[in-house]
């Protein structure tokens, strides 16, 4: 194998593949970059059996072939080498020799034969979206996966698809967030749920302009996501998702409309007094036209005052301040309408056009102070 | 205790003097800055009993006294208040009450009896250099001195002056890093071991503007550096420091000229097939015309050629890449100058002018290899 591109195509393609190397694995063969030089291209590929990636850069193949390099010293080689055309050639012993300028560099490569390519794409069943629309709901709602990993689909995010109205969900138990969006076209109904990990990976390489699009195209056990030159194909995690209509059908006859950017701020000065691990509650208490936010611990006391609109009874009620604060960022308006019922009720935060819904549980802070 | 100031004023304060809170200790009082409000001033003090910071912010006063506070938690929730005034109250039973427009803390305070005040400076004894100079002599020495506190003068670096020069260096016992500066006066002669942390410390703080001035007064026990409003007290080693001048009087026949920016990226590359705690060296091999790098290790190898100009005898001959590089990253000029004698004895970078001078003994590649 024989290729000549530039510096900068190399280590771009590398950032974005890498994005499939695992942290850590036994299996060395998937800590490693398969070069594959063809013809009429050059493609790089990483798969670690979840999530595998892949892309193409430009570059002149002098002599086909492939070659699996170890991903972590070969991106850190590329981008240290000077600015100028990068050679990498591979003999029959798997040894690459990488030659840029003066600087040369030798590498024991591995066989593409070890290498798990990925599936290929069937092209028909799939939608379209703008990066910017997906860069935003995966911010918007990824923090409220679990980490946990007892149960598999709360680690990952709801995608349902009804006519032309795409629904993105994600819950760990103690809170939902929820994010429509309207498609250009109507499609079949669809319902999968894609690995939070995953997401978080496509979020870090997608440029996230409104103009160009990702096509999601939907098979068996995978999810694949194809935007500029790059496809990345995950797993989806198998199962019924949880029934969020019923999670969200309570009643809610306290409204209060609050400035975000005021409560959030507030809300995080008061997480300084909690140390980390500590359950300490926010404790929000609502009368007519005030808001006023406390917070207890050992290390001091917090009070503050917020101006509100309200409307139904006062109410006392406590949060995890992490929960609220997770929330109100990922909302952009200026002001936002929060619902509630009882102290031991949720909390929702919602906009009239039904584009988010977050949903907070309470934590009973009589007993817990 | 009773005094307003901006949030600014109170942010930049704080910042400056927690660079003399320690990162560990069992004793609570050294992790608490003192705010010290008389009638014509507000100061804050933090102090170590290694290293001491105080500084002068603007606010005014309405009743003099003085708390001493946790310095992570007010930092952090000053940092976070809204941009306002701020107002620290504080009562007989040391609660400290911290006021911005709507919100409240109380946080527990101690007495500033409790606390160790900065000495008072002597104000006969002192040396004047920008900020600008001394920010950078730190810059470009301080990464050779020791970490292993078994020998306390090598944590240190000696500073020392004879007439108008003053000539700062450290060393680690691999490598020794010199540089000298003209001053603008005439001083009686002096010789001070500063602990690196001080000067790690101080570099952060000062702005490096060429215009502002620093202070450096010499005390029996103490180094002082007052600057803008602030004064940083540190303690010296104490003890004679290493004879440099004899550890520099080699002989060195070789001598190559190079371009530094080549030199640095081609060593910095080389690292790359070096794992973390390997003492892998990069060899050097020096003809005329051409200086070759190469480094073998387990995970690759690489070699690379430089273009230089030479007197003297061909050499081949191992460093540290570490060593090269700090040194390199040290120096400002783009072409650099290295001496060499034997592949046992030290490579010595430094200018024509005696403005740095940095040593760095080689590694016996034949036994390593």
Do not use: W
């Not at 009804?162 to 809170?175: C, E, I, M, P, Y």
């Amino acid at each position: 194998m024989k290729m000549v591109c530039s510096k900068q195509a190399l280590v771009n393609g590398v950032n974005i593949v890498s994005k499939a190397i695992p942290a850590r694995t036994s299996m060395s063969i998937l800590e490693c970059i398969l070069i594959f030089a063809s013809n009429d291209s050059i493609k790089l590929i990483a798969n670690d059996m979840e999530l595998g990636i892949e892309t193409t850069i430009d570059g002149d193949v002098n002599d086909p072939g492939t070659i699996a390099l170890d991903a972590k010293i070969f991106g850190d080689i590329v981008k240290r080498l000077p600015d100028g055309p990068i050679t990498i050639e591979s003999d029959e012993n798997l040894k690459a020799k990488i030659t840029c300028l003066k600087a040369k560099f030798n590498l024991p490569g591995r066989s593409g034969d070890d290498f798990s390519y990925l599936p290929n794409i069937e092209r028909y069943d799939y939608i379209t979206i703008s990066q910017y629309t997906l860069k935003e709901i995966i911010r918007q709602t990824v923090f409220s996966i679990s980490e946990n990993e007892n149960n598999k689909l709360m680690t990952g995010e709801l995608f349902e698809i009804n006519d032309d109205k795409l629904r993105v969900a994600s819950l760990d138990g103690h809170r939902i967030s929820i994010r429509n969006i309207e498609l250009r076209h109507k499609y079949e109904p669809r319902k999968v749920v894609v690995p939070g990990k995953t997401l978080i990976e496509i979020s870090k390489i997608l440029s996230g302009e409104v103009e160009k699009e990702v096509n999601i195209f939907f098979m068996e056990n995978y999810v694949i996501f194809e935007f500029d030159r790059t496809v990345v194909v995950s797993r989806v995690i198998e199962g019924e998702y949880f029934d969020i209509d019923q999670m969200m059908s309570g009643d809610t006859d306290i409204k209060v409309l609050v400035n975000r950017k005021d409560l959030l701020s507030s809300i995080e000065r008061s997480t300084l007094l909690v140390k980390e691990g500590d359950k300490k509650p926010v404790i929000i208490g609502i009368e007519d036209e005030r808001m006023e936010l406390k917070i207890n611990s050992t290390i001091g006391s917090m009070t503050e005052e917020l101006s509100i609109e309200k409307e139904g009874d006062d109410l006392l009620i406590g949060f995890n301040p992490r929960f609220m604060i997770d929330a109100l960022r990922a909302v952009d308006d200026e002001m936002v309408s929060m619902y509630f019922m009882t102290s031991r009720s949720p909390c929702i935060i919602r906009d009239d056009k039904g584009k988010y819904i977050y949903l907070i549980l309470p934590i009973n802070f009589k007993t817990v102070q």
